[in-house]
């Protein structure tokens, strides 16, 4: 079964999350590149028209052109206006497979089955498909790529071979070549061969972008992968009008907890918070911590009011967890502050974010820590007359 297992989780289990901005760069150079190419296989196809207007085959390129420069453009515009997931390489990674294939079997549909199995136009585009796919640092994409190639190509030659004699006098003097047996299960296996390269190199590429994008000890982004894909959401957000919000998250009295249960424990505690945070957050939503007992949560499309709300959940969440102390027969507890800046309910500069809910977290500290402080002063939490001290180790 674990053969079975390994192939599973092959195409089940998603990269980290920290390799997202990554995989949203690759696959907006790829949109760029499915313009470009798609543009440049429509001008070779409007002059082979133009020279042979009674071709088949002038007249399906000419067509496919037609249709994939407008698809690839729209698709190009949409990738640049929403926030990059997982499931989106994997969406457009098979609409590049498909629209080769569907270029295949255009030529089947018109009657000429040779051209089809024999291309030597449209069939290298397959590859080109599947090397572009691995710069979305997503193994599974490029499985998925792969396996999708090798099935649709497989049914194309499989529908030629049974609806047609292709061997048959009346194609002499076969213009795109006989057809061969071999060669295509070569070209079968070249696929396959193509995919599973993709994704061994693409697991391969996601160590050393894992080391250099997350936190060793939470598993988090870290610091600068964050303000990278930061500077992309903000840039979005601005861009088409949409609201985004920031909660700034500090560990309170962490020190004293350090100094009273030991370094192995505070590192407990910063994953045990790290954990919690990263189960709360929702889809589109991203977290890292950005060094000591700082953390950090970024809101896309999210205002003031329900960003709030969520921080304030965040809190009780962090405040109800546990944390195990090695050595001792118990659990202690941390609280959190957090500070939320929003736009463009806050009126602040888009761009001054981050900045305005440090400035709300400070807030919180100095109102007695283990609540929330939001735009305007606005707050949520436990109000304290003296400031909270330390959980005791509490009996299991």
């Known amino acids: 079964m674990k053969p079975v297992g390994a192939v599973r989780r092959l195409f089940t289990q998603a990269p980290e999350e920290s390799l997202l901005p990554t995989g949203g760069d690759g696959e907006r150079i790829i949109g760029r590149v499915r313009v470009g190419v798609t543009s440049v296989l429509l001008v070779i196809a ?14 399906i390129h000419l067509a496919g052109g037609l249709v994939a420069v407008p698809l690839s453009v729209l698709l190009l515009l949409w990738i640049r206006g929403v926030q990059y997931r997982w499931w989106i390489g994997m969406a457009t990674t098979l609409f590049d497979v498909t629209m080769v294939s569907a270029a295949l079997a255009a030529f089947l549909i018109a009657g000429n089955p040779h051209a089809a199995v024999n291309s030597q136009t449209e069939y290298p585009l397959y590859l080109l498909a599947l090397a572009a796919t691995t710069i979305r640092v997503d193994h599974r994409a490029c499985a ?21 004699d292709m061997n048959g006098p009346e194609y002499a003097p076969f213009v795109y070549g006989l057809f061969d047996t071999e060669s295509q299960i ?5 696929l396959a061969a193509a995919g599973a390269l993709g994704t061994l190199v693409n697991l391969r590429m996601q160590r050393p972008h894992i080391l250099s994008a997350a ?7 870290n610091r ?11 840039a979005r957000a601005r861009r088409y009008g949409r609201p985004i919000s920031i909660a700034a998250i500090d560990i309170d009295y962490f020190k004293q907890f350090n100094d009273t249960y030991g370094h192995a424990a ?4 910063l994953q045990s918070v790290g954990r919690v945070i990263r189960s709360r957050v929702r889809s589109g939503d991203f977290a890292a911590r950005m060094g000591g007992e700082e953390f950090v949560v970024a809101l896309p499309e999210t205002n003031s009011e329900n960003a709030m709300t969520m921080a304030e959940q965040l809190r009780q969440a962090i405040a109800e967890n546990p944390i195990r102390i090695a050595g001792q027969r118990g659990t202690a507890g941390v609280t959190i502050s957090i500070g939320v800046a929003s736009w463009p309910e806050h009126g602040e500069e888009i761009t001054r974010l981050l900045e305005r809910a440090d400035d709300r977290l400070y807030e919180a500290k100095l109102a007695g820590r283990d609540q929330v402080k939001g735009p305007g002063g606005a707050g949520r939490g436990h109000e304290h007359v003296r400031p909270k001290r330390l959980t005791r180790v509490k009996p299991v």
């Open 224 to 234: 600068r992968t964050f303000e990278d894909r930061w500077q992309g959401e903000i």
């Open 144 to 164: 998925v790529a792969g396996l999708a190639a090798v099935v649709q190509y497989s049914v194309i030659v499989l529908v030629a071979v049974l609806l047609w």
């Open 186 to 190: 070569g070209r079968i296996l070249i």
């Open 46 to 59: 409007a002059l082979s028209y133009l020279q042979d207007p009674d071709s088949a085959q002038s007249r």
């Open 215 to 221: 936190d060793s000890l939470t598993g988090m982004m």
């Open 266 to 269: 505070g590192d407990s505690a």
